[in-house]
């Protein structure tokens, strides 16, 4: 604690402000949502399932990546799908995952959370392939269909984007707290229990 100068006329706001920690006429900014999103990723980058789990969502990141979004529209969605829902993809902007970065995982999930559900009702690699049958020059070999055709099958993947949408609105509710400063270490553990112990058990 630092004593302050005399600078309020009233006596009691002068002994309020001395009450008060280091620099109280400071403009109060206290980061948490950067505590948190920092103390996230230092957890998950630890947790047994989230190494995987985050390169199969780069996976789907690579689909909106180098025209394969048009692609996609114009082969698996517009021949099946009603026109509204190949609408919602293309207007759809995912954000980037070019670091493991909480905040930024959890925001790219929640924009996802919606789209999940049509992109593994119309996924069609055949059909995405047919693209590079009928123009070779469209051969990609930074993506490869197969691979999202089996991430969007696998159970653990489906349970972790779901848990981490479900720990995005937890730390939304948790940042407006004012119980959150002493809670941290409680967030820590939850996340990893949450990951080592729940992930199985929903899956299995």
Excluded at 3 to 29: C, I, R
Excluded at 124 to 129: E, S
Excluded at 183 to 196: G, L, N, T
């Amino acid at each position: 604690m630092v004593p302050l100068p005399n600078l309020a006329e009233d006596p009691h706001e002068t002994e309020q402000l001395n009450s008060q920690p280091f620099l109280p006429k400071a403009l109060l900014v206290p980061g948490m949502l950067h505590v948190m999103s920092n103390g996230l990723q230092h957890v998950t980058s630890q947790l047994t399932y989230f190494d995987h789990w985050f390169d199969q969502l780069q996976v789907i990141e690579q689909l909106w990546k180098n025209g394969r979004l048009l692609r996609f529209i114009n082969y698996c969605l517009k021949p099946a799908a009603p026109e509204h829902i190949a609408a919602m993809f293309f207007q759809r902007k995912l954000g980037s995952l070019y670091v493991k970065r909480w905040n930024e995982v959890s925001r790219f999930c929640l924009r996802l959370a919606d789209l999940l559900p049509y992109l593994k009702a119309f996924w069609n690699a055949d059909a995405f392939n047919s693209a590079n049958k009928m123009n070779a020059s469209s051969a990609d070999s930074e993506f490869d269909p197969g691979k999202l055709t089996a991430i969007l099958q696998d159970a653990m993947f489906s349970a972790c984007h779901v848990l981490v949408i479900s720990i995005g609105d937890w730390q939304s509710e948790f940042n407006s707290s004012r119980f959150f400063k002493w809670h941290i270490q409680f967030a820590s553990i939850y996340i990893m229990f949450i990951f080592q112990l729940l992930v199985p058990a929903y899956c299995f």
